[in-house]
Each structure stands twice: as C-alpha cells, then as structure tokens.
C-alpha cells in the first residue's frame, strides 16, 4: 500500500520536473547576443528593452572608461598565466571596448598611479557584466524570460 503512494508522488514529481521542449533558433536569438556583445547593451535595446538596455550600456562602458583612466591594464591572449588568462577572459567580455583599446594601445603601458589595480578590475568586471548581459539577451530572444 505504502508502495503504491510513492510510485504516485514519484510519477507527479515526475511530470512536474518534465523538460519543456528545446526552443528553434531564430535570427533574434543569434543576432542579439553577438550585438550585444560587441556594443553593449545593445542586444536589448534591438528587442526594445529600452530600460535595461540602457543599463546595462551605462553601467559596462562607465566601468571599463573609469578603469582605463584609472590606468588600468588591458590583457592580451596570453598562456603563460592562469591569472593573465582569466584576466583576458574577463576583458574580451567587453566586446567592442576591449577591440578599441587593443587597437588604440590603451592599458598597455607600465603602471604609473596606484589606483591602476582598481582600474583593471573594473575593466575585468565590465566585461564579465557585458557577459551576463549577452546571456540575459539571448535568454529573451529565445523567450526563456521576459
């Protein structure tokens, strides 16, 4: 008898913890996350989450402009490291910004003010923020949240 309720809970449990089906992709859910990784913040506002968009673009370039003026450092792919490599993991998540200050030689110098560890943090977590954004995105293009 006592058998006979748990195989009962068990199905119910079973039915309720059931997977929904897998989401097809669509252009959205491709085309927001890789915007949105290179310009942030901008793979929510093509989905008109005006709000948060807006955010989330104040918010990364605001960190990773605050870091850079802090003199903070701008890793390059680098082996040697693990530290250095997840530095670089952290800055590429910035996207475009990391692009630009590559490009522009920025943080690359030798470290001048004592604030610049600070700088390169917020670099690292301005990118790591830019991340999440881009997950966030794809999340809503695929209608997993809203």
Do not use: C
């Amino acid at each position: 008898m006592a058998g006979d309720k748990t195989d009962v809970a068990e199905s119910h449990t079973a039915k309720s913890v059931a997977k929904a089906p897998p989401q097809p992709l669509t252009m959205m859910s491709l085309f927001a996350p890789a915007l949105g990784w290179l310009i942030p913040g901008a793979g929510h506002l093509i989905q008109k989450r005006w709000g948060r968009g807006l955010l989330l673009m104040i918010s990364v370039v605001t960190m990773f402009v605050l870091g850079v003026l802090m003199e903070g450092k701008v890793y390059a792919f680098n082996t040697g490291d693990i530290l250095d490599i997840l530095g670089f993991v952290g800055d590429l998540g910035a996207g475009g910004l990391y692009i630009v200050a590559r490009a522009l030689g920025i943080g690359l110098g030798a470290i001048n003010l004592a604030t610049a560890d600070y700088g390169t943090k917020y670099i690292i977590v301005a990118g790591l923020l830019n991340i999440i954004s881009t997950v966030d995105a794809y999340d809503i293009a695929m209608g997993k949240k809203k």
